[in-house]
């Protein structure tokens, strides 16, 4: 079956360190990842996502994300957070197992920023 | 240009009424999805839609919850006999096949 595993349901971070976000997929065929971030009170948006080609993407606001194929990972990375970077994000994957098209989201992570 | 719409964005309803919720997805998008959102929680996913195939209704938490899709394009959300339980907000996206998911602001359901 094809799922997804955000480790921290919470990662406080202090403003200016580095933080990473973890996101494993368990999955026998080829996927689509996906970050979404959720601000306070909004909508959700897409951050960044990987289909094909190089392994590391760039996203919106100063994140990326490296995909591991071998360790089944799609980690979310910033070098340096700002209180505006307070929110949900969302890992999200996507496939085709068994004739069946799947999107399937991670329970998310809540980052908080603190000053 | 315009994104996903959802109405009414909220919707207050005493137990046991039946609500509907309406979602315009983006022009051109095949797929469309419904997800509800509790206080605090993830995603949990309800129904997904793609093109003229049957959809998938394998989240669709109980026999009072049905969704269509009308014409390729406006999906609408059925809950019968709401009750406390279905409280929280209930989301719409649409995207093509494959795609990242373009959201709508939301339906903000208070069953009292």
């Known amino acids: 079956a094809q799922s997804v595993t955000q480790l921290d349901s919470q990662v406080p971070v202090f403003e200016e360190a580095p933080v990473e976000l973890r996101c494993n997929y368990s999955?026998?065929?080829?996927?689509?990842l996906f970050w979404y971030v959720q601000y306070p009170n909004q909508g959700l948006q897409l951050l960044l996502k990987?289909?094909?080609?190089?392994?590391l993407v760039k996203g919106i606001n100063g994140f990326e994300a490296e995909f591991n194929k071998s360790q089944t990972s799609f980690h979310l990375r910033k070098p340096s957070v700002h209180i505006s970077d307070t929110a949900e994000y969302f890992c999200a994957v996507s496939g085709r197992i068994g004739g069946t098209y799947k999107y399937i989201f991670g329970t998310g992570t809540r980052l908080k920023v603190l000053a | 240009g315009a994104g996903v719409s959802q109405s009414p964005s909220n919707k207050v309803t005493e137990k046991g009424k039946d609500v509907e919720l309406r979602c315009d997805p983006i022009?051109?998008?095949?797929?469309l999805y419904w997800y509800r959102q509790s206080l605090g929680q993830g995603l949990e996913f309800l129904i997904y839609f793609q093109g003229n195939s049957a959809p998938d209704k394998s989240g669709l938490p109980s026999d009072r919850f049905s969704a269509e899709r009308t014409g390729g394009s406006v999906s609408t959300l059925t809950i019968q006999r709401t009750q406390q339980e279905d409280s929280a907000v209930y989301l719409c996206?649409?995207?093509?096949?494959?795609?990242?998911?373009?959201f709508g602001p939301g339906t903000r359901l208070t069953v009292l």
């Open positions: 990987y289909l094909s080609g190089s392994t």
């Open positions: 996206a649409s995207s093509l096949v494959y795609g990242e998911q373009f």
């Open positions: 999955s026998s065929v080829s996927v689509y």
């Open positions: 022009s051109g998008h095949t797929a």
